[in-house]
């Protein structure tokens, strides 16, 4: 099964400043089937981004998805209070499909 | 409005049972993939199992022979019927709507606590 690395572990910002999250593949994901979840604390995961780049719907545009192969990135463009949650990635090319060990980001 | 109410979550000594139920409104549970998604404490989450609309099922290796899915289609409601419950399986279990077995899951429910210990 594919092995999903997020880094960095934890991630501390101010708001407004800007937050880039990376995931790595243990082999290339097949198609841009990766997928992006934000959870809050004691929360259910929720949808951000599929197919890499989409947004789900009613997500904020400061949310935005790239990559392909085995890098992709998830990049917060203004971080705001409300955005601190653990972030997960989700490749669903191949079965399994598998998730990520998740991003922890906070504010400073 | 869509939701997904999970419910049946105990504490359950090793070797036990247990049923989870997922209530489902806003949709169909007939015209869905429906999932169950398990994430053990400080991890990431992990699919369990898939019941597709024509009524196949698939489950991770790590289930394989003890956890069934199955969906009652007049009660719009997905079952997790979990046997032979190891320490392995303490997580929280959510239910969860996907496309296909290759898919992301873009509805999911509150989840239920699942505790198996002695």
């Known amino acids: 099964e594919i092995v999903l690395t997020q880094s960095p572990g934890t991630l501390s910002l101010s708001p407004g400043e800007r937050a880039t999250l990376s995931c790595r593949a243990s082999?290339?994901?097949?198609?841009?089937?990766l997928a992006w979840y934000q959870q809050k604390f004691g929360q259910a995961p929720r949808l951000l981004i599929h197919g890499a780049s989409r947004r789900a719907t009613g997500i904020p545009d400061r949310f935005s998805g790239s990559g392909s192969g085995t890098d992709f990135t998830l990049t917060i463009s203004r971080l705001e209070p409300e955005d601190v949650a653990v972030y997960y990635c989700q490749q669903y090319g191949s079965v399994p499909g598998t998730f990520g060990q998740g991003t922890k980001v906070a504010i400073k | 409005e869509v939701q997904l109410v999970e419910t049946g979550g105990n504490l359950v000594q090793p070797g036990g049972s247990l049923r989870l139920s997922c209530v489902v409104s806003g949709f169909d549970v007939n015209d869905s993939y429906m999932n169950w998604v398990r994430q053990a404490p400080g991890k990431g989450p992990e699919w369990v199992s898939v019941i597709y609309t024509g009524g196949s099922t698939w489950s991770a290796d790590s289930v394989k022979g003890r956890f069934i899915i199955s969906r009652d289609s007049s009660q719009n409601t997905v079952y997790l019927q979990m046997n032979s419950l190891g320490v392995d399986d303490t997580a929280i279990y959510y239910c969860?709507?996907?496309?296909?077995?290759?898919?992301?899951?873009?509805?999911w429910g509150q989840g239920t606590q699942v505790t198996v210990s002695s």
């Open positions: 082999q290339r994901v097949s198609g841009t089937y």
């Open positions: 969860a709507r996907s496309f296909g077995l290759l898919s992301h899951f873009d509805y």
